[in-house]
Nanobody, 123 residues
Framework: VQLQASGGGLMQAGGSLRLSCAAS????????MGWFRQAPGKEREFVAA????????LYADSVKGRFTVSRDNAKMTVYLQMNSLKPEDTAVYYC?????????????????WGQGTQVTVSS
């Protein structure tokens, strides 16, 4: 399974960005998708997750109400709509694929990882 993340960039605080993650290859083995981020000098942290079947979602408290994760099953693509961006959202954002069907926040539950896309929010 290959995951290709895109959509990062530079945005002012309060603005919006939408990240995309396209899955290819043996996608039948992927039942859930997650977004993680890693800021300089910090550990990778969970952002949001969604499963392919029922569309159940899970969010980190820090992004709840501002970020929305969604999926397009036909395109095998997951999106992360990020609104009301803050400087502390600055990080490299990674998408990840899990073989389990429940939404998960632990990174060790994800087998497949994309290459990351940089999001920078200026104040």
């Amino acid at each position: 399974v290959q995951l290709q993340a895109s959509g990062g960039g530079l945005m002012q605080a309060g603005g919006s960005l939408r990240l995309s993650c396209a899955a290819s290859g043996r996608t039948f083995s992927v039942n859930g998708m997650g977004w993680f981020r890693q800021a300089p000098g910090k550990e990778r942290e969970f952002v949001a997750a969604i499963n392919w079947s029922g569309g159940s979602t899970l969010y980190a408290d820090s992004v709840k109400g501002r970020f929305t994760v969604s999926r397009d099953n036909a395109k095998m693509t997951v999106y992360l709509q990020m609104n009301s961006l803050k400087p502390e959202d600055t990080a490299v954002y990674y998408c990840a694929g899990s073989q389990i069907g429940v939404v998960a926040s632990r990174s060790d539950m994800y087998r497949y990882w994309g290459q990351g896309t940089q999001v920078t929010v200026s104040s």
